[in-house]
């Protein structure tokens, strides 16, 4: 029979102990871990709801100034107010019991007070919501910053958990250095280092085309939200997705839907280069952060991605959206926002499609007849590309007028759902051309009297297509996108201020589009070159406010002002970009 020394007797009875003491400490730190995180999720609850009231109040306190001025024609009365609509529908979310029945109510009368206004002009039931809504938004913030100083600042439960966490890691230190699992030797400690790194760089990595992955994506995109915080630099993000993955894997197997995955890696890091960083975040996503670029940057390299995966795929491969950072946007919305303009353009079949307010849409303007519609979106995608198609040589030229004038009609001020039917206008502003002989728009010498005339008569022909689609608004701008500001124009004669602010935009736009993209019967002069061309023009042709805004949005920076005495070595990075695209 055999029999234990006192030493294993000791032995046993200490490692006992020390496990005990493990398992003890082990549930401590898991309980302040838990209590730290809770009251961590309700000061982070707290704080957008913070956020919010103080929104709503100086919403609310905006709109009420604006009443008593009179100044309820303005787009950003309408544009404010539907934030207002969108703030309690966010707070009510947050919310519960009867701070829940409340914001309902604040809700349902300030959209009756809102329908009222928009339908009938009546601005009394506004007039008498508003102040309710700043009152009940101030009385919040107050109620909650009373709580708040009434809280203790610091939690015990987080001091347990650090010394907890402390004192296991100390005994499991001593247990691996008596087991001999830990080595003091510096040596081992690279080897190990090396290893884990290696680790980290595989947990951030895809396997099969060796780009960052999801993870990696949301954690770069943190790092350039930091750096735009810090520097007040923008960035683009773009969306791409594959159109006809699943085709591929059902009719030719899998191994086939990776070299065709493989493929479009390639083409996008062909493209991309150093202007951003690419990352498949999806069985057929990719995403790319673009520092430093703004949307027009960034929809040249996107139509350049679809050229390039049309020539690989033997047909059209990718979807893509973009969206630019330039304010104070948060992760989830940026990426809500790329998505969007991705889908848009899955859905209308367009190259590229660039994030806008009037794409995220809602239930208020559904029930109030607000914006075009998802089938007259569709139609109008589709005779763009119609339109594309039978005039030669440009391709694509309706998406980039759509896209450009946006930009623009955003920078003078036009928002919301008039700033969609601003991008379908544009689509749509050489439909008439439809209506137009082949031999008149393929034609490379100049034209005869009958036959400028028969050209200048799309405008009237593409008006009358689209009062057949239900779009009078866009009907309108197209009718009068060929008139000058002098006066010398066409179909009416209209001059200045007589012309719609957003024909003078689709005007310009169409004009500086015209000479920058390529054509087989001439060559595409450089930004500098075609800012110039417009600026000659300016008050006789364009206005010049139209003018200093596309100047703004095709630089790398907003806010310059390029000269047409400059040299053309002045001209950035679009000139470059647009050259390329030509070649």
């Known amino acids: 029979m055999r029999h234990s020394s006192p030493r294993s007797r000791k032995a046993r009875i200490a490692r006992g102990f020390v496990a005990a003491c493990a398992l003890a400490l082990v549930g401590l730190a898991l309980f302040g871990i838990f209590k730290v995180e809770q009251e961590r999720r309700s000061h982070e609850a707290t704080a957008k709801r913070v956020h919010g009231y103080a929104a709503l109040a100086a919403l609310a306190s905006t709109e009420r100034r604006r009443l008593a001025a009179g100044r309820t024609d303005s787009a950003s009365f309408f544009a404010d107010a539907w934030r207002i609509t969108n703030t309690l529908s966010s707070l009510q979310s947050m919310s519960s019991g009867s701070e829940a029945s409340t914001l309902t109510a604040l809700q349902v009368g300030f959209a009756s007070g809102l329908h009222r206004a928009r ?61 001999g699992l830990l080595s003091l030797r510096p040596a081992d400690w690279d080897g190990r280092d090396r290893r884990v790194e290696e680790l980290q760089a595989q947990a951030r990595t895809d396997s099969l085309t060796q780009l960052g992955n999801h993870r990696a994506f ?43 995955i493989k493929g479009i890696t390639a083409c996008l890091r062909q493209v991309i280069g150093r202007d951003g960083t690419i990352y498949r975040t999806g069985g057929d996503e990719f995403t790319v952060i673009l520092p430093n670029k703004r949307n027009w940057d960034a929809l040249l390299l996107a139509n350049r991605i679809d050229q390039m995966t049309r020539e690989f795929a033997g047909g059209r491969a990718v979807s893509i959206g973009l969206t630019e950072s330039t304010g104070i946007e948060g992760r989830q919305l940026l990426v809500h926002q790329a998505d969007l ?40 995608a589709a005779l763009a590309r119609a339109v594309d198609a039978k005039d030669i040589g440009t391709r694509s030229h309706s998406e980039m007028v759509a896209e450009l004038s946006v930009a623009v009609g955003r920078r003078l001020g036009i928002t919301g759902d008039r700033l969609e039917r601003l991008r379908l206008a544009g689509l749509l502003h050489d439909v008439g051309k439809i209506g137009v002989a082949d031999a008149i728009l393929q034609k490379t010498a100049a034209l005869d ?54 024909a003078r935009i689709i005007s310009t736009a169409d004009a500086f589009e015209a000479m920058t993209g390529p054509r087989p019967y001439r060559d595409s002069v450089s930004t500098v070159e075609a800012l110039a061309e417009l600026r000659r023009s300016a008050k006789t042709q364009f206005d ?40």
Not at 358 to 375: I, Q
Not at 555 to 583: C, G, K, M, Y
């Open 218 to 260: 949301h954690a770069d995109l943190s790092e350039e939200l930091k750096r735009r915080g810090a520097t007040g630099t923008h960035f683009t993000l773009m969306a791409v997705d594959l159109d006809g993955l699943k085709r591929i894997n059902d009719t030719r197997g899998h191994p086939a839907g990776d070299a065709h």
């Open 341 to 380: 303009a991705l889908y848009e353009a899955k859905r209308t079949k367009l190259r590229a499609v660039t994030y806008h307010p009037g794409l995220a849409g809602g239930p208020l303007d559904t029930a109030l007849g607000w914006g075009p519609s998802r089938d007259q979106r569709a139609l109008a």
């Open 449 to 502: 009297e009958d036959e400028r005339a028969a050209m200048s008569d799309h405008v009237r022909i593409g008006q009358s297509i689209l009062i057949a689609a239900e779009l009078p608004t866009e009907a309108e701008w197209i009718l009068h996108h060929h008139e000058r500001y002098d006066g010398t124009g066409y179909p009416d004669g209209k001059r200045g201020e007589q012309i719609p602010l957003e």
């Open 544 to 583: 010049a406010r139209c003018v200093e805004a596309i100047a703004a949005v095709v630089q790398n920076f907003p806010d310059l002002v390029i000269e047409p005495t400059l040299p053309a070595v002045l001209d950035l990075t679009l000139a470059d970009a647009l050259a390329r695209q030509a070649s």
């Open 119 to 179: 339908s009938a002009h009546d601005y009394a039931p506004l007039a008498k919501s508003l102040p309710a809504l700043q009152s009940d938004a101030n009385g919040a913030l107050h109620a909650m910053e009373a709580a708040e100083r009434r809280s203790p600042s610091a939690t015990p439960y987080e001091g347990i958990g650090l010394v907890a966490m402390a004192l296991l890691a100390v005994l499991n230190l001593l247990w691996l250095l008596r087991r």
